[in-house]
């Protein structure tokens, strides 16, 4: 069974700009969730989408959003990039049910704002 | 509020040693603890999960965890380290009726002294 896949991996943009990313979970996985990586925050939940529909948010500004596909394919989209900004971007998928905290990673997509 | 500690950012141990790496948690209810792993560049694997029952959690790689609720505690531990064990490894704690979200600890870096 193929992972969590995340594209691209390597992204730099410079401030101001926009930026997409996009993530597959493995094949029956209905929930999605996003983490952003930090050398100085680590490891923050931005938010999770479940059967297409927010259903947990994390602490971040309005800048960030997300979506979900019928596919329960995912998306996050950054606008008007800032320098703090600049992270590793990881994607989790699960299944539904008791162990729906149990989640798989992706590799991540590594975002460098100038 | 959920939060995740691990006391100790970085260990060194020899190669062949034993190994204990520490987590705290604070939640209020019975909470669904992991421990993942991270190799540089990479994403994060799961070691193991405590969900209920036997308070002593089997992982791959030949690690263990225990679950001690009166010391709001969760460590990892390996009988003898290899020097492939070198990586970050990070504490997790989760909510069952919070879904697909995750509260990281800020992780601890293991390195392995041949």
């Known amino acids: 069974k193929a992972g969590v896949t995340q594209t691209p991996r390597y992204l730099i943009k410079t401030r101001g700009q926009q930026v997409t990313l996009s993530c597959s979970p493995i094949?029956?996985?209905?929930?999605v969730s996003w983490y952003q990586q930090t050398p100085g925050q680590g490891l923050q939940f931005l938010f999770e989408?479940?059967?297409?529909?927010?259903?947990n948010k994390g602490n971040f500004p309005g800048r960030f959003s997300g979506r979900q596909f019928s596919n329960s394919r995912s998306e996050m989209n950054v606008s008007t990039l800032e320098l703090g900004d600049s992270a590793l971007y990881l994607c989790?998928?699960?299944?539904?049910?008791?162990?729906?905290?149990?989640?798989?990673f992706g590799p991540g997509t590594r975002l460098t704002v100038l | 509020a959920q939060s995740v500690t691990q006391p100790d950012i970085h260990i060194t141990v020899s190669e062949g040693a034993s190994l204990e790496l520490r987590c705290n948690y604070s939640?209020?209810?019975?909470?669904?603890l992991f421990w993942y792993v991270q190799s540089p560049g990479q994403g994060l694997q799961l070691l193991l999960k405590?969900?209920?029952?036997?308070?002593l959690v089997q992982g791959i790689k030949g690690f263990e965890a225990e679950f001690k609720r009166s010391q709001s505690s969760f460590n990892l531990r390996k009988p003898s380290v290899h020097w492939s064990d070198a990586a970050e490894y990070f504490c997790?704690?989760?909510?069952?009726?919070?879904?697909?979200?995750?509260?990281f600890g800020q992780g601890t870096e293991l390195s392995v002294k041949p």
């Open positions: 989790a998928s699960s299944l539904p049910g008791l162990d729906l905290n149990e989640q798989f």
């Open positions: 094949s029956g996985h209905r929930s």
């Open positions: 989408y479940f059967s297409e529909t927010q259903r």
């Open positions: 939640y209020g209810a019975t909470p669904y």
């Open positions: 405590y969900f209920s029952g036997d308070t």
């Open positions: 997790a704690v989760g909510a069952g009726n919070q879904g697909g979200k995750l509260i």
